[in-house]
């Protein structure tokens, strides 16, 4: 049995001197949508986004991580669009998936934000 081709996907390059992008994830079942906003000088901070939901337990009320999003992915894992045309498959989404998870296990691990209870 042959394997399948891999499904490829491309996004165009912002184009110059545009401030704000409207970026449709393309990956389906996704559904994600939102405003990239260019800033000049920004660079890549390292850092994503987490989303956190309250956890009720018996020391308390703690803030879990349910989800985390890398820097320059969706939240699906999939690329953003950049300065130049960005062709990724779904092996880039994967592996960004599993990088977002390891990263969610470790902060739930923490109490979410490394804090323990929330006040």
Request: net charge neutral; hydrophobic share 35%; aromatic share 6%.
């Amino acid at each position: 049995m042959s394997a399948g081709l891999a499904r490829v996907f491309t996004l165009d390059a912002i184009t110059e001197g545009v401030s704000k992008f409207l970026h449709v994830c393309p990956m389906p079942g996704c559904e994600h949508g939102f405003v990239i906003h260019r800033v000049e000088g920004e660079r890549d901070k390292g850092f994503g986004t987490v989303a956190f939901r309250p956890s009720f337990t018996e020391n308390g009320e703690r803030r879990r991580a349910v989800k985390v999003r890398l820097p320059g992915a969706c939240w699906c894992g999939a690329p953003l669009p950049r300065t130049h045309e960005v062709t990724f498959d779904e092996s880039v989404v994967q592996v960004n998936k599993d990088k977002a998870e390891r990263i969610r296990r470790e902060l739930d691990g923490s109490g979410g934000d490394g804090m323990g209870a929330v006040s």
